[in-house]
């Protein structure tokens, strides 16, 4: 008898870890069983004389290191690394998902999974090989999100390559996961979002581009991919038909936008009158630039009906929207704040004046618990004027004087 199946035998059903198979005795039929699921995920049985014990725990053994092996497999990944895999499953979704979604997944695979697994033959991948490469990333300083992303990144691509016949069981449903606490970023202040505006008023771009990340709360993206035709300044309104994202080898494209929203976004009025200064502006400069020519070609090739432009008048990308805002927040003297900080300054702003639904349906989230942990995120001093006027409104009796408190 062997080592491994010595030792197996002293283990209960209990103890022995998933997927290593089940061996017992069942008394009805006076037989040994082991039980086993096998490459295709499908129960297999064997059943002993009751003198054949360690022929049962050998055969379950047996099982387990050929399903483990891809023995009996027509998979064409027997023998093809991790990086393989994750590379023909890359192409395979490149044409499924959004290009932001598919950069995400490919810089997660180039950086952090390659680097720890990419190297490992399929068929020879534990799930605490996995784990392993989990806690390596967690030490070396990784943020809750770039783990979620790797975990995410593997589910998904080995529940395709399972799905699609690729491979025949997935590892990762055995992979335990750790609980990571992630730092979530706060609205910009009060106190600060004044001095920005204070700040912004003296340039018409920088007060449009305010108002559309504070006061209305789009995202950057469907910042980027704005355009004059979106805007019914008559009817003050805003529809939301695109995002700008990056795609490899055709640079910033249009694209549909995260949230489909079903009716447009109302717009105030001192918000109608602060684009429309705008619009005047960039139309005024259309036409000086229009006169203007470098090396005798026109200076401006730009799309005149980009709401907010790079300096070319093409469209802007993500890192120089940043590099604006970041300067903004020099010019105002406060915290260097991140794009998405102005949305959640909109939702917590609207969520202190009005109800749940009523900033679900101006945001476009389907979920309340979406915007409640990430972007709603009320002050001490709001949530003081909150406990005064349920003080005012609950006049409970508390039978307490000034001189009673020492």
Known sequence: MSTESKALRTQNNKSRKNGKGTTYFDKRRNRWVSQVINIYGVREFASFHPDLEDDAHEWRIQKVAERDGFIGSKSDFKRKTVAELLAKWLAYRSSRNRPNTNRFYAITIRSRINPKLGAIKVNRLKPEQIEIAIDELVEQGYAAGSIRGVYATLSKAFKDAVRLGWLPYNPME?????????????????????????????????????????????????????????????????????????????????????????????????????????????????????????????????????????????????????????????????????????????????????????????????????????????????????????????????????????
Not at 176 to 182: M, N, P, Q, S, V
Not at 248 to 257: C, F, M, N, W
Not at 270 to 287: A, C, G, P, T, W
Request: proline share 5%.
């Open 174 to 406: 055995k992979v335990e996961r750790i609980k990571l606490e992630t730092k979530v970023s706060l609205p910009i202040s009060k106190k600060d979002t004044e001095q920005l505006f204070n700040t912004a008023i003296a340039d018409p771009y920088d007060l449009s581009r305010l108002i559309v990340g504070v006061r209305i709360g789009i995202r950057p993206g469907e910042v980027a991919g704005l355009r004059w035709s979106d805007f019914d300044l008559s009817k003050k309104e805003l529809t939301i038909n695109r995002q700008v994202q990056y795609e490899k080898g055709k640079g910033l494209v249009y694209g549909p936008p995260k949230t489909v929203r079903k009716k447009p976004i109302p717009l105030e009025d001192d918000e109608v009158l602060v684009i429309e200064k705008y619009r005047s502006q960039m139309e005024f400069n259309h036409v000086i630039w229009a006169t203007k020519s470098i090396k005798g070609k026109p200076a401006w090739k730009g799309d005149s009906e980009i709401v907010f432009p790079n300096k070319h008048g093409n469209l802007q990308n993500l890192k120089s929207d940043a590099k604006w805002f970041h300067r903004l927040c020099s010019k105002a003297g406060v915290p260097n704040y991140q794009l998405y900080q102005m949305r959640k300054r909109a939702f917590t702003d609207l969520m202190m004046v009005t109800n749940i639904a009523t900033v679900m349906a101006y945001s476009g989230h389907t979920q309340a618990s979406t915007l409640l942990k990430h972007y709603i995120a009320p002050e001490i001093e709001d949530v003081r004027l909150a406990l005064e006027d349920r003080r005012l409104e609950c006049k409970y009796p508390m039978n307490v004087n000034e001189g009673d408190i020492n």
